[in-house]
């Protein structure tokens, strides 16, 4: 404890109003200014869950690898070995816990209680699987069965190249979509580069040869706001973002319906009921029903089809599927 203000150094050599402090008044001083101090000095609680979570409050709560392990990985990505799928032995759930592990101390899959947590990773990996899905309506075992069939786009219709000031294409390079949450243009790559401490932008091939890297690429833009003056994937998920009045009216709520909002703008959202965003939706849901946890717990606002876009796409970005968002 540190030194106590003089009034507290004696009962008897203090008066209030010409009369001394009785020994209760002293006590009761006392005690409040030892509480004020600890008040004052307290610090919030933080835990350390080995290699995969340390010193942080988000690791006081269960880790990932806890409440999803590999067996539930092996089932939400079911096909993704089979002889047609183009990244056979590529993704594993190694992989993700590893990339995972950089995060959770930031709050990926460790906010909330534990039905929160199991919601983030199966929307999450929702996002995921319907980004790299190879699954067709009468695909086996269902569409939804083909998660992660995909590392990279298989025909590109361009080179991805924009300019850019901060980054300029690199010559010869491409920056068509790879990745577990596709990177596309190189001012994506770029960015996500310098987030990650990766040269991204004069190596984009990292991303569809490393799948740790690929993973933590896309909780890195699952984590981070990826534009001025907006939330992240993961804020608006897990009821950190606040939206303002404007929000309101264009239809911003907090949920999954806003985490597609965030990602993919108006290539996605405001445009009805389309199958672009239904089918992501439809792999969360089935996600949840594998991880145990059920599409009942889907929660609200779970579609973005009357939202206006956080930020509107540009002309180059309406190329890609997944550019508006990067």
Not at 26 to 55: F, I, T
Not at 190 to 219: C, M, R, S, W
């Amino acid at each position: 404890m540190p030194p106590l203000h003089p009034l507290f150094l004696s009962p008897l050599s203090h008066t209030m109003a010409g009369n001394r402090l009785s020994p209760e008044v002293w006590m009761l001083l006392l005690v409040a200014a030892a509480c004020a101090h600890a008040a004052s000095s307290a610090k919030p609680k933080v835990c350390d869950k080995g290699w995969e979570c340390k010193a942080s409050v988000y690791c006081c709560n269960e880790t990932i690898s806890e409440f999803f392990q590999v067996y539930q990985f092996e089932d939400l990505f079911s096909k993704r070995n089979a002889p047609v799928a183009q990244a056979v032995g590529f993704w594993d759930y190694h992989s993700f816990i590893t990339a995972a592990a950089v995060y959770e101390p930031l709050g990926f899959g460790t906010t909330g209680g534990k039905l929160m947590q199991m919601k983030e990773v199966a929307a999450f990996l929702g996002h995921v699987g319907s980004k790299t899905s190879c699954g067709y309506g009468v695909a086996t075992g269902g569409p939804l069965a083909w998660g992660l069939c995909y590392k990279r786009e298989m025909s590109p219709s361009q080179s991805y190249c924009d300019q850019s000031y901060d980054y300029p294409c690199t010559p010869g390079v491409d920056y068509y979509g790879r990745g577990a949450l596709p990177v596309y243009w190189n001012y994506n790559y770029g960015a996500i580069g310098d987030g990650l401490k990766v040269d991204l932008l004069n190596h984009p091939e990292y991303l569809e040869q490393n799948a740790t890297l690929a993973f933590q690429a896309a909780i890195y833009r699952w984590m981070t706001p990826m534009k001025k003056k907006q939330p992240s994937a993961h804020d608006v998920f897990v009821g950190k973002w606040k939206p303002t009045k404007n929000d309101t009216l264009a239809k911003r709520l907090p949920g999954f319906g806003a985490t597609m909002n965030v990602l993919y703008g108006d290539l996605v959202c405001g445009q009805g009921s389309i199958d672009a965003m239904n089918n992501i939706i439809s792999h969360y849901q089935y996600y949840l029903d594998l991880m145990g946890i059920g599409r009942q717990s889907s929660g609200d606002n779970l579609d973005c089809a009357e939202q206006e876009a956080f930020d509107p796409s540009t002309a180059s970005s309406t190329s890609s599927p997944t550019a508006a968002s990067t």
